[in-house]
Structures are given as C-alpha cells and as structure tokens.
C-alpha cells in the first residue's frame, strides 16, 4: 500500500506526524528516533520570549494515560533560531514549527521569524491546557484572530492546534479554517488534574495540565468525527492516543488525512517503525492501493 498523501497543500510521503512537544526540536532528537518512517515532524512550541516552564512535579502517571505540566518551556524564538535555525534542513524530514504566545501578536512575531529557515510548515499552538488561563482554542472568535495574524505574517502553510475541550469543536475548526489555516491538528492533550490521596497534593505542581495517551483516543476519534462532517473539505491531522496502525486506520476511517504520533515516544522512540510497517501489512490483507482509500471510509450502522 501507497503511504504517500496531501495535507492541503502539502505533500506526504506518510500519513505519521510525529508530534510537537515529543520529539523537541527535531534536530535533537535524529540519534533516537527514524525520521525516514514519518511524512513530518513538528518541533516543540517556541514562543517570542524564553519561558521557564512550571516547578517540579510537571508529569505524572494517571489511570491509562499520562498528565504533563511542562507549561512549555523553551528558549524564546531569538535563541532557538540561533541554536536550531541552521540543522532544521539537515534532519531527514520536512520539518514544521509551533508557535505559540500569550497575546496574539506573539503567534504572528514567532510565525514571521520561523519563515526566514528550512522549516516547511508552522502549527498554531492555539490549545495547550498548561498555560496560565484558558486555551485560546475554546473561543472560535480569538482563534480565528490568532490565525488571521500568523496567516498574514508568513507564506508557510499553516495548521492550527485544537483542543477537543472546546464544544463545539467543528465551530473553532471552521472559524480557523475561514481565517486561513490550511489544516487543523485534532487534538491537543484534555485537561486533567489527579491527587495523590497519600500526600494529599496535586501529582503537577500546577495543578491542572494536559492528560494524553491511550486513554483519550476515543475522544479525538469524536472530535475528528465531527470536525470531519462540519468540514469536510478541511483537511485534518489526527492526535490523541496513537501506538499502533490499528489506531491510524481508526483515525483515517473516521476523516483524518494524516495522524500524529505522540506520548507513544516517550516509551518507544522509534514507535513509528512498527506503526508505518502496520499500516502496510493491513494495506495488503485489505488489497488496499492507496491509504487515501481509507480516508473517511467508516462504514455507518443503517
């Protein structure tokens, strides 16, 4: 089976997207992980000023997934260009940005310094829930401003990052995509919080954070499901729980075009090798042609 696919206006040689935040900027991670299985790779949120993140604790272990607080940190976009600008080229995968700021001139400042390097793409980080306040992805209106401002900063293709804690999400999907973005990342980690009842404190310093892993994919299979109907001709790239093919053919059935893999790195760098040889194996015994004929494919109860 054909791996190859469009995002847009972009072109794929695999439908895995290795995620931001997993794989940090690229570049550092090339001795672990085989980046030659993945159709792009998203480095790790940047922001126009260097963030410290949050205090320890800032990850946890909770039923069958996991909580971050990590509260992104990162050096600010002056120092990561200066530190990553020249290797971005030199990775073996088309290499996409993720900006993201506090106030809207932020997200379009971080786009329009990323487009002078290799990077081939830039994600709007519009839903992380470990920031201070709430994601900007809850509200269609202030959504869609953050994505008219980094439309208007760069000529990159450009997705925008939702959040399935937005109700509903297919109005956030459909206002980003009138503003300008290309394709929408569904989705971001779902707020979570967990206590430990023995020392009786939050097990992340911040109390709430992002909760990802297995556990949540059959909420991201909803929401992809509904940005799919509402959108139809907006492509998506799916996020939230990915370890196996099976869970990429879930995804491409349900109306993704593509399919990001991320907490499954933490435990096994090189997890997109056995997914991307799943996804052949299942492409043959279904005498598939193409993974573009799975997208959308999930047959209804009549």
């Given amino acids: 089976m054909n791996l190859q696919t469009t995002l847009g206006p972009v072109e794929l040689r695999s439908p895995l997207i290795a995620a931001s935040g997993t794989v940090g900027s690229v570049t550092d991670f090339g001795q672990s992980i085989d980046y030659s299985v993945y159709g792009a790779a998203v480095a790790k949120s940047v922001s126009p000023e260097p963030w410290d993140g949050r205090p320890a604790p800032r990850m946890a272990p909770a039923g069958g997934g996991m909580l971050n607080g990590i509260g992104i940190q990162n050096p600010g976009i002056a120092a990561w260009l200066e530190t990553y600008g020249n290797e971005i080229e030199n990775c073996g995968v088309p290499v996409w940005g993720s900006v993201v700021s506090h106030?809207?001139?932020?997200?379009?400042?971080?786009?329009?310094?990323?487009?002078?390097?290799?990077?081939?793409?830039?994600?709007?980080?519009?839903?992380?829930?470990?920031?201070?306040?709430?994601?900007?992805?809850?509200?269609?209106?202030?959504?869609?401003?953050?994505?008219?401002?980094?439309?208007?900063?760069?000529?990159?293709?450009?997705?925008?990052?939702?959040?399935?804690?937005?109700?509903?999400?297919?109005?956030?999907?459909?206002?980003?995509?009138?503003?300008?973005?290309?394709?929408?990342?569904?989705?971001?980690?779902?707020?979570?919080?967990?206590?430990?009842?023995?020392?009786?404190?939050?097990?992340?310093?911040?109390?709430?954070?992002?909760?990802?892993?297995?556990?949540?994919?059959?909420?991201?299979?909803?929401?992809?499901?509904?940005?799919?109907?509402?959108?139809?001709?907006?492509?998506?790239v799916a996020c939230g729980g990915v370890s196996h093919a099976d869970h990429v053919v879930e995804y491409l059935l349900a109306g993704a075009s593509a399919v990001a893999i991320g907490t499954a790195h933490l435990a096994k760098p090189r997890i997109a090798s056995s997914v991307a040889s799943g996804l052949r194996k299942y492409g043959a015994r279904h005498k598939l042609e193409s993974v573009n004929e799975l997208k959308g494919a999930y047959e209804p109860w009549q």
């Fill in 103 to 236: 106030d809207i001139a932020g997200f379009a400042d971080v786009a329009l310094a990323m487009s002078d390097t290799a990077l081939q793409a830039i994600e709007v980080n519009l839903s992380c829930p470990n920031l201070d306040g709430l994601p900007f992805a809850l509200d269609a209106a202030l959504s869609a401003r953050v994505v008219a401002a980094v439309r208007a900063s760069t000529t990159l293709p450009i997705g925008a990052k939702l959040s399935p804690d937005a109700h509903p999400i297919a109005e956030v999907a459909a206002a980003v995509a009138e503003a300008g973005a290309d394709w929408v990342v569904v989705a971001n980690t779902v707020m979570g919080s967990s206590i430990d009842p023995h020392t009786r404190r939050p097990r992340l310093s911040g109390l709430v954070g992002g909760y990802s892993g297995d556990a949540i994919r059959p909420i991201t299979v909803r929401c992809v499901l509904e940005v799919s109907e509402a959108c139809p001709t907006l492509p998506i």
